[in-house]
């Protein structure tokens, strides 16, 4: 455009059409030299406010990937920025340690992710805060937004620092206390948790399931009923179904337009009934996701968790998701195939936990297709591996949004192999 402008003041092809245009809206002026000099001030003006405007966009690139603490070129992190934003939107349900563990490999992926997290935690520092400030339990939430930040770990192992001594700081979480701080100064828990998404620098989204101070409750086989998470995870009876009280809690409107914009919901992994039903029992929650058109994820436990899904495989966890929900509310199902050493089998047995039976062909047989991989990481622990899940739940989606796409064009083949590069990294 600012060479435009230096062209009007040597050349006629642009002047002429510029004394032509102003002829028609009724600008006189004398000579020729007039005419140049004003639609040269025009235009290198233009061009001066085009050049600053795409300069500071450019700076604001650079700023938003470049995070404290990156130590490699900026070139790269801008490139690896502007990738990620072009990634699928992802909505992730769930809450404990297993949403925490999904987060931090999906970010690799995709930047537009959107966790909703369960607030019916009554255990530990978020319990305490929450019966004595009335404040929705934090924990959850802290560990979505740690797992989503893109900060100095310096930052990281702050939030998560627990405090060992003091009458009332022991057993606190240092992230918890941050959140209810700055629920106290904002007077709104949801706006606190996006202030805290951008002390951290977050990557996507971190919502809670409600606003409602609701508690999770179960009936048992025998027909007895408990109250809260700490005493229903306790207990030693089979679930016969779990309810939350109260039972007309409404969702975050955020939540319910990010579930209509997703391009897939993940529904786990975590507790069954204490971290992922208990988002399902938000009825217009259940709704809005049975309404979406984005495929529906189940990622099934490892392990099975003592006092909520003992002797359970595959498919009671599916049928105990359809019967705390919809029908047909998932398309698939994710089960890990990888083996689990025998040492850890064996301490994890000792504590009444195995391996999750492998019962796919009745999960199969609901119209539900099964995604066998191996997902899983042992360390001191058997979890779910954050990379290996993500790479798993990339490829699944890459490939159901090409099963989707018209037929076959160059177009499409271009985007298949930019695809494949973008999500499937070996």
């Not at 702050?158 to 918890?176: A, E, I, K, V």
């Not at 027909?223 to 969702?251: H, N, W, Y």
Request: aromatic letters at 4%; a neutral charge.
């Amino acid at each position: 455009m600012a060479g435009l402008g230096l062209d009007c003041l040597f050349g006629e092809s642009i002047l002429s059409f510029a004394g032509r245009a102003l002829d028609r809206v009724g600008v006189q002026f004398t000579t020729d030299t007039e005419v140049r000099c004003s639609v040269a001030a025009v235009l290198l003006v233009t061009g001066i406010l085009c050049i600053a405007f795409g300069l500071a966009m450019a700076i604001k690139r650079v700023v938003l990937a470049v995070r404290p603490g990156y130590g490699g070129r900026i070139a790269d992190a801008v490139l690896n920025d502007s990738t990620l934003r072009r990634g699928p939107s992802v909505v992730v349900i769930g809450g404990g340690t297993g949403l925490s563990t999904l987060l931090r490999g999906l970010k690799q992926y995709t930047s537009n992710i959107t966790a909703i997290v369960t607030v019916t935690d009554d255990g530990g520092s978020s319990g305490r805060l929450r019966n004595e400030l009335g404040i929705l339990p934090p924990g959850d939430i802290r560990n979505c937004l740690v797992a989503l930040a893109d900060t100095e770990p310096l930052m990281e192992q702050l939030l998560q620092y627990r405090f060992r001594c003091g009458s009332g700081l022991n057993g606190h979480s240092f992230g918890n206390l941050l959140i209810a701080a700055l629920t106290e100064l904002s007077g709104d828990f949801e706006l606190a948790v996006r202030e805290s998404s951008k002390v951290l620098a977050v990557r996507g989204r971190v919502l809670p399931s409600t606003l409602s101070d609701v508690t999770i409750c179960a009936e048992l086989i025998d027909g007895s009923i408990v109250r809260g998470e700490t005493t229903l995870s306790a207990q030693d009876k089979p679930i016969r179904r779990v309810f939350i009280e109260p039972q007309d809690c409404t969702p975050l409107a955020d939540a319910v337009e990010a579930i209509g914009e997703a391009d897939a919901i993940v529904l786990g992994p975590g507790s069954l009934y204490t971290s992922v039903i208990p988002n399902l029992l938000v009825r217009q929650l259940t709704a809005e996701i049975a309404a979406s058109r984005a495929p529906k994820i189940y990622v099934c436990n490892v392990m099975t968790q003592k006092g909520e899904t003992d002797n359970y495989g595959v498919f009671d966890h599916v049928k105990a998701i359809l019967d705390h929900s919809v029908d047909g509310l998932l398309d698939y199902c994710v089960v890990n195939d990888g083996r689990v050493s025998e040492p850890l089998l064996k301490r994890y047995s000792e504590m009444s936990q195995h391996v999750v039976r492998d019962d796919s062909k009745r999960v199969a047989a609901l119209g539900i297709r099964v995604v066998k991989a191996n997902v899983v990481s042992e360390t001191e622990v058997v979890r779910h591996d954050p990379i290996k899940l993500a790479s798993v739940l990339m490829q699944l989606i890459a490939e159901i949004r090409e099963a989707q796409e018209p037929k076959p064009t160059v177009r499409r083949f271009v985007c298949r192999m930019f695809r494949r590069r973008e999500y499937i990294r070996s």
